[in-house]
């Protein structure tokens, strides 16, 4: 099992800064990919951004040059940077960890607890 922590967000107002950390600890896996996906309401889960162990990057065009995803394979944690937010922004953001073994197909894939981040007008 791998467990996710997840820290960071908040209540900002819009042009503002946040930034979202999540630490993954437990059973994790040399191959993974962690990111963050988002959920506002009355809306479906969205992919935001996700990052490789091999730092490989993916973000949702909606966030392009204003988010930036990193992370620190020694800590197991992802970090988002997210700037110049907008209300369209606010939402649940959710943790991913998805982790796989070398030449299994498997995935196992775990969620955090989630974070709200708020931002007015």
């Known amino acids: 099992q791998v467990q996710l922590v997840e820290s960071g967000g908040g209540l900002v107002q819009a042009g503002g800064s946040l930034r979202l950390s999540c630490a993954a600890s437990?059973?994790?896996?040399?191959?993974?990919?962690m990111g963050w996906y988002r959920q506002a309401p009355g809306k479906e889960r969205e992919l935001v951004a996700t990052?490789?162990?091999?730092?490989?990057?993916n973000y949702a065009d909606s966030v392009k040059g204003r988010f930036a995803i990193s992370r620190d394979n020694a800590k197991n944690t992802v970090y988002l940077q997210m700037n110049s937010l907008k209300p369209e922004d606010t939402a649940v953001y959710y943790c991913?960890?998805?982790?796989?073994?070398?030449?299994?197909?498997?995935?196992?894939?775990?969620w955090g607890q989630g974070t709200q981040v708020t931002v007015s007008s």
């Open positions: 990052i490789s162990s091999g730092g490989s990057t």
């Open positions: 991913n960890y998805e982790g796989r073994r070398r030449y299994d197909p498997k995935r196992y894939n775990y």
């Open positions: 437990g059973s994790t896996f040399s191959i993974n990919v």
